[in-house]
């Protein structure tokens, strides 16, 4: 208190002009705040807009997954429309401080005196200020500011097209149930009026605004259309009267219409009261005179143009005392007007005659005794608003009040502004911080992960399935690795059966052809051994494909337990081998990696059984090689080979396809023996293959990690859960994004505008 009297005392001290345009240089000193300020409300407004619309786009989703419940307490919608609010009062409180004046409003009903009034502070008179007797005159808001030595004038600013059907036109065909979309004017100007609309809601007040909205707006629209979307315009003291006064025929008809597409007019003038600077009075359209959009365009007017507002009010001669109407005047402008109890002043407008002065002071005394609820920053003023004296009595009590109390007053409102807006900072704060643990209960998908691989109670999860799968097929095999593979027998015995029937051994006539020269019967011979040698060794390299098929029969088990049990049928369709390979392409290249190891070494498995069949074979057909004859075969072959040509041509040519078939059937005999002892080996093989496969991918250090990692980088395609999750992970990471995006536009050093 005392910091505020040393501050009046400084303000006395100076002339009335310099004290307010110190006040406005302060305010606007606030502005860079305000704005950077508004700019972070906004932010944050779209924000939590984007974050509400998809809350409720996944509470269907959620409904299933048990968090939709959680989701529907978040209270996000009641929090923006809050911080929408405080927004917008952010925005007029700017807008407010952005003002080059300090603007006083004048407001009052139809036919109180409020133009009266205003003529008296501002010196106008009826040209510009319309105050005469009858019905409405006012037609469009005015600001009147005080500008020294310098002639009347005006700057007129006009509807565009969008502004005029929004703010004058809609309202009638909202209030009077007038149906169809008006896009632009010309849409206005084809509609079908009738003199009484078919659809008009009954009533006398409909009618008289069904009135004024065809005779005045449509039918007069050649009278103003062309003023539509024009630029502002500078116009003289004697043109500003049909910018602004409504005046009428006695037929009730419009003499002119250029005021209908008029927004506001903002007037120039010197004020008869010297030395009160930067001062401007607005002036509101009055109440009540069935023209829609006044009462909005009041409070409009009250938000962002005016710092304190003058009530006007003429009480009755014989019949007097405050009205509703009066009482719903105050509390709309309450609504606009912060801290309006103390912002605003009664102007109890006393008659020249003085004959309604019982009732100027009954209604005072009424605002003194609190009869009614509405209160003033000061006693009301009983003043005879057309009276030159309504300078002294009406306006210095205002201008002082604005010198020694608006800076208070701003700074009041401003703090308490800010405190509403960091309170809402704070609640926005715990809003956000609850979506985000709602939000994990949704789309939960490493939990949901968890209990697919290890299990929940009461079911075993993937990795307990893969692991008694192979462990299964391992014991299966394990109790065959020392029995016969019978398909691998079977084969061999088909190749045995092959080798006894196609010989490759020609026939006596083919011998005899070709043996034409007497005396080369041995060197025939030796080469008829190398053809049949290479003909019987040709039908043995099969068995190396078959022992090969035999072993990707295996591995195809395997891969069936992984496709079923392990899940991985998605990751590949392929068999065997490739199977394997395409598995370890998609497992991390790491050296450590035993489950890749695991894979890729099952695949690349291609056990050649040709060494070990040549190995068995080979000494056996030996016997078939002159040249590598051992000391056994070698005599073999020389006795057979010392008969030869010593019988006729015919006789030898038959002894030596008999000598050929008999050392055939010798190797063929010898190979079976050897044969026999492979029977078992393909499944021992298979056995050994297997254990190891399992030895990596089940039994090394960490291998359980490994899996965990693979299959969550897989889990979409292994679990068709984990698809439809997908989708549902989507919009989580969106919320997620939003709700972060959110949290950065809240933070608290963003929406402060004062130290």
């Known amino acids: ?152 004038e005006a700057v007129v600013t006009f509807h565009t097209e969008k502004s005029f059907l929004k703010e004058v036109i809609l309202p009638y065909f909202q209030k009077l149930n007038l149906t169809r979309k008006l896009d632009n004017i010309d849409d206005f100007a084809n509609y079908k009026f009738t003199e009484i609309s078919n659809t008009l809601v009954e009533g006398a007040t409909y009618e008289t605004m069904y009135e004024r909205l065809y005779k005045d707006y449509y039918r007069g629209l050649g009278g103003y259309k062309r003023l539509l979307n024009q630029p502002p315009q500078t116009v003289t003291r004697e043109e500003i009267q049909k910018y602004v006064s409504q005046d009428r025929d006695p037929k009730n008809n419009l003499i002119d219409y250029e005021h209908l597409a008029v927004r506001n007019v903002r007037i120039s003038c010197n004020f008869p009261k010297a030395d009160i600077g930067q001062i401007a009075l607005v002036d509101v359209p009055g109440m009540g005179d069935f023209k829609l959009g006044d009462e909005k365009l009041m409070l409009e007017t009250l938000g962002k143009e005016v710092d304190v507002v003058l009530f ?38 006393l008659h020249s005659t003085g004959n309604n002065l019982n009732g100027c002071d009954s209604q005072k005394a009424d605002v003194d005794k609190r009869n009614v609820r509405m209160e003033f920053a000061k006693p009301c003023i009983i003043a005879n608003c057309a009276s030159d004296n309504a300078n002294n009595k009406v306006f210095e009590p205002v201008l002082k009040y604005l010198e020694t109390e608006i800076t208070e007053l701003d700074k009041k409102y401003a703090h308490t502004c800010q405190q509403r807006i960091l309170e809402l900072h704070e609640q926005v704060k715990n809003e956000l911080n609850k979506a985000g643990e709602v939000l994990q209960q949704f789309a939960n998908e490493r939990k949901q992960f968890d209990e697919y691989f290890t299990g929940k109670s009461g079911d075993s999860g993937l990795w307990l399935e893969i692991q008694k799968g192979l462990g299964k097929l391992l014991y299966k095999l394990r109790d065959k690795r020392e029995t016969e593979d019978p398909t691998f027998k079977e084969r061999v015995e088909q190749t045995i059966a092959s080798c006894r029937s196609d010989t490759g051994i020609p026939l006596v006539q083919e011998i005899e052809d070709r043996q ?12 008829y051994l190398e053809e049949v040698r290479a003909h019987l060794s040709r039908h043995f390299l099969s068995l190396d494909c078959d022992l090969q098929q035999s072993l990707e029969a295996v591995k195809s088990e395997v891969k069936k337990v992984l496709a079923e049990d392990g899940r991985l049928k998605n990751l590949s369709n392929s068999e065997g081998s490739v199977f394997f390979m395409e598995i370890a392409t998609q497992l991390p290249d790491i050296s450590e990696s035993n489950l890749r190891l695991g894979f890729k070494k099952i695949g690349e498995l291609n056990l050649s059984f040709s060494g070990r069949i040549q190995r068995l074979i080979r000494p056996h057909l030996d016997i078939l090689v002159p040249k590598r004859n051992t000391s056994v075969t070698s005599s073999i072959v020389q006795e057979e080979v010392k008969n030869l040509g010593t019988t006729s041509n015919t006789s030898e040519s038959q002894e030596v396809y008999n000598r050929l078939k008999h050392t055939h059937e010798q190797v063929v005999k010898a190979c079976e023996t050897e044969f026999n002892k492979l029977y078992f080996e393909p499944n021992q093989v298979a056995y050994y293959m297997v254990e190891d496969f399992l030895d990596r991918v089940l039994y090394a250090k960490g291998i359980e990690k490994e899996w965990d990692y693979f299959l969550w980088e897989k889990r979409q395609q292994v679990w068709h859960e984990f698809k439809l999750l997908g989708e549902r992970i989507k919009v989580k990471e969106e919320c997620k994004n939003l709700i972060e995006q959110a949290k950065s536009a809240n933070q608290l050093h963003l929406l402060r505008f004062l130290d």
């Open 1 to 152: 208190m005392e910091n505020r009297k040393i501050m009046n005392a400084d303000f006395l001290g100076r002339d009335r002009a310099t004290q307010i345009a110190d006040i406005i240089k302060q305010r606007q000193g606030l502005i860079k705040n305000i704005t950077t300020a508004e700019e972070k409300i906004k932010n944050l407004l779209s924000s939590l807009h984007e974050l509400e619309v998809k809350r409720q786009e996944i509470i269907p989703q959620v409904r299933e997954a048990g968090a939709s419940v959680s989701l529907e307490t978040i209270k996000l919608e009641s929090l923006i429309n809050k911080l929408e609010a405080e927004y917008e009062k952010l925005k007029n409180l700017k807008t407010r401080f952005s003002n080059s004046t300090l603007n006083i409003g004048v407001v009052g009903r139809m036919g109180q005196g409020k133009s009266t009034l205003l003529q008296s502070l501002t010196g106008l008179s009826d040209d510009v200020i319309p105050a005469r007797q009858g019905k409405a005159c006012t037609a469009a808001r005015s600001t009147i500011c005080h500008r020294s030595q310098r002639e009347i």
């Open 312 to 349: 006007v009010s003429q009480p009755g001669n014989d019949r007097y005392g405050w009205e509703t109407q009066d009482t719903d005047l105050y509390d709309k402008a309450a609504t606009a007007l912060n801290d309006l109890a103390d912002r605003a002043f009664m102007v109890l407008n």
């Open 516 to 527: 034409t020269v007497k005396g080369r019967e041995q060197g025939l011979y030796f080469r």
